[in-house]
Structure formats: structure tokens, C-alpha cells
């Protein structure tokens, strides 16, 4: 019971508005309870880090705003100082990042607008794109499937600006291991491709373009 008394006797601390200079520089202008920031606050360090946000018990914790120095900003969750949960962040070249986050890194599931103008619907792994996702680009190019370390790598779907659908096998980004690709004239190559190339299978116009069963789309592949 006494630990419950002090508890209660510490939540009822009142909070105040308050400057504090830190002896490297640092500066905290917003609440403050019981001498440490708690409440709505900014923090100012002293290589040009600035946010703006929660603070709980002298912490960063809750939801803020973080410009880094070299002009990035992050709105989103932060915990004990780290960005933890959702967000999204802005750099400066232009790209885009929404969703999850883990320990000051981009991890879980998430959209990025890349500065190439390429987007990416999906799972990313410790800032890598990893996992199962959507990759478009300016050029009409589609691909849905497996990545693994920011290649696409696995199995996965294929649309190529000129027409041609591939499903099969991707390594290190191109056409590898078991596939079949339909061209727009109604060639369909199927077999073994190494880098690219089909090396063994055969190659036939297809009677029925809808014997390449299956569909591309945002929600994930589906057919045979």
C-alpha cells in the first residue's frame, strides 16, 4: 500500500511550462513535472535535431514530430526515444516512407514512394524491402511477389510495359529458375531461365491467351 500512496502522490505532481538547458547543449522548452519534461514539449539538440511532441517522465514517448539535420521528418509514434510503431517519414530528395517502424528503422508493413518515381506496396525487413509486395515504376513496369533484400527474388508475377506477363521464378531481379512468360503477339516461353533467358523449355504461340491463367493485382495473385 505505501508504494501505491507515493504512486498516487507522484501522478498528482503538477506540470508547468519550463526552459532547461542541458549541460551538452540540449534544450527543452515545454511541460515539465517534478523537474523533467512531461507533456507537450520541443527538443533541441545540439547537432540540429529537433522535435517536437510527447514526453512522459522526462522521455520522449508518444506521438511528435522529428526533423533530423540533414532535413528529414518523421510524424509519427515515438518510444522511449526511438522510432517505434507508425509513421511516416519525408527526405529530402523527395522520397516517402508511411507505415510500420521498429527501433529507428523501417520494419513491418508499409508504402515507399521512391525519388525515381518507382513505388512499393509491402513488407520491409530491418530497412530493407523483404517479403511479399507491389513494385511499380514510371515506365509501366508491374511486379508482385517475393523480394528478399531489396531484389526481387522468388516467385512472382511480371508485367512489362510493351504487354508480355511472366509468372515464375525471380533471382537478383531478372527471370531465373522455373518460369513462363506470355508475349503480346501470343508467344508463350516456358521452362528454365537463367539471368533472363529461357535455356531449356519450349517456346509456342499459345491458341488462348487465357490458358496463362491468373490474375495481377493489388490484393495478390490468383489462377492456377
Known amino acids: 500500500m505505501p508504494r501505491l500512496v507515493f504512486v498516487l502522490m507522484f501522478l498528482a505532481l503538477p506540470v508547468w511550462a519550463e526552459t532547461i538547458t542541458y549541460p551538452d547543449g540540449t534544450t527543452y522548452d515545454g511541460a515539465v513535472r517534478a523537474g523533467a519534461p512531461h507533456g507537450q514539449g520541443t527538443v533541441r539538440m545540439p547537432d540540429g535535431l529537433v522535435y517536437t511532441g510527447s514526453f512522459a517522465d522526462g522521455?520522449?514517448?508518444?506521438?511528435?514530430?522529428?526533423?533530423?539535420?540533414?532535413?528529414?521528418?518523421?510524424?509519427?509514434?515515438?518510444?522511449?526515444?526511438?522510432?517505434?510503431?507508425?509513421?511516416?517519414?519525408?527526405?529530402?530528395?523527395?522520397?516517402t516512407y508511411e507505415g510500420a517502424f521498429s527501433a529507428n528503422t523501417i520494419d513491418g508493413y508499409g508504402r515507399a514512394v521512391y525519388s525515381n518515381g518507382m513505388i512499393y506496396h509491402g513488407e520491409f525487413r530491418d530497412g530493407?524491402?523483404?517479403?511479399?509486395?507491389?513494385?511499380?515504376?514510371?515506365?509501366?513496369?508491374?511486379y508482385m511477389g517475393s523480394f528478399e533484400n531489396n531484389e526481387r527474388h522468388g516467385e512472382g508475377w511480371a508485367y512489362y510495359p510493351q504487354g508480355a506477363l511472366y509468372r515464375g521464378r525471380m533471382e537478383?531481379?531478372?527471370?531465373?529458375?522455373?518460369?513462363?512468360?506470355?508475349?503480346e503477339d501470343g508467344t508463350v516461353m516456358e521452362g528454365r531461365w537463367e539471368r533472363g533467358e529461357l535455356v531449356s523449355g519450349t517456346e509456342r504461340i499459345a491458341p488462348d491467351v487465357t490458358e496463362f491463367s491468373g490474375s495481377l493485382s493489388m490484393s495478390g495473385a490468383s489462377g492456377e
Open 128 to 142: 530493407a524491402v523483404h517479403g511479399q509486395g507491389y513494385l511499380t515504376d514510371g515506365s509501366g513496369y508491374v
Open 172 to 183: 537478383a531481379g531478372q527471370r531465373h529458375g522455373q518460369g513462363r512468360l506470355l508475349m
Open 59 to 95: 522521455q520522449i514517448n508518444g506521438t511528435g514530430k522529428v526533423t533530423f539535420p540533414d532535413g528529414t521528418v518523421y510524424i509519427g509514434d515515438v518510444v522511449t526515444g526511438a522510432l517505434q510503431g507508425k509513421g511516416r517519414i519525408v527526405y529530402p530528395n523527395g522520397a
